[in-house]
C-alpha cells in the first residue's frame, strides 16, 4: 500500500529540513567515496593513495565533473609516480567501481529517497542548471529542485 505524501505545514520551514538533508547527504556520500577511494586506491598501489583519496571525496561533491577531476588526479599521480600500465588500469578500475556504487546505489538511496526527487528530473536540474549558470548552477541545481518541490507539493495540498 502506497505511504500517503508528508503533510507540509510551513514550506519554509520544510525547504530549509530538504537543503540540510541534502548537506548532510552531500557529505556522507564524499565520506564513504573517500572510504572506498582510499581502500581501492591502496590495493592499486597508487602513490599518495590517502590524498588522492581525500580529493576524490572533496570532489564528489561537485556533480559530474568533480569526480572526472579526481580520475584525471589520480592516473596523472599514478603515471607521473613511475606506475606501469598495469597499476594505470587498476587505478581507472577503481574509480569506475566507486563511480558505479555512488550513481546507482549511494546517491539514489542517501538523497534521492529522502529527498523525493526523480532522477530525470535531477537530471534536467543539472543539465539547464549548468547551460544557463555555469558551474554554480550545477552545483546548487539539486538542492533549488528539491526547495521547488517543496513548495510544488505545498502549493498542490492547499488546492485539495
Known sequence: ?????????????????????????QILIAGIVTILYAFGFAIAKAPFWPILAICGGLLNVIPKFGSLIALGLAIAASWLGGADL?????????????????????????????????????????????LLFGPIGLLVAVPLLAVGNVFWKYYRQRGR
Do not use: C, D
Open 1 to 25: 500500500m502506497a505511504e500517503e505524501p508528508r503533510r507540509i505545514a510551513n514550506p519554509v520551514r520544510e525547504s530549509v529540513r530538504v537543503v540540510g538533508l541534502y548537506i548532510k547527504g
Open 86 to 130: 598495469t597499476h594505470v588500469l587498476m587505478v581507472l578500475a577503481v574509480w569506475v567501481v566507486v563511480q558505479g556504487l555512488e550513481g546507482f546505489i549511494l546517491t539514489p538511496r542517501i538523497l534521492g529517497e529522502p529527498l523525493g526527487l526523480r532522477p530525470l528530473y535531477v537530471f534536467f536540474a543539472l543539465l539547464f542548471g549548468s
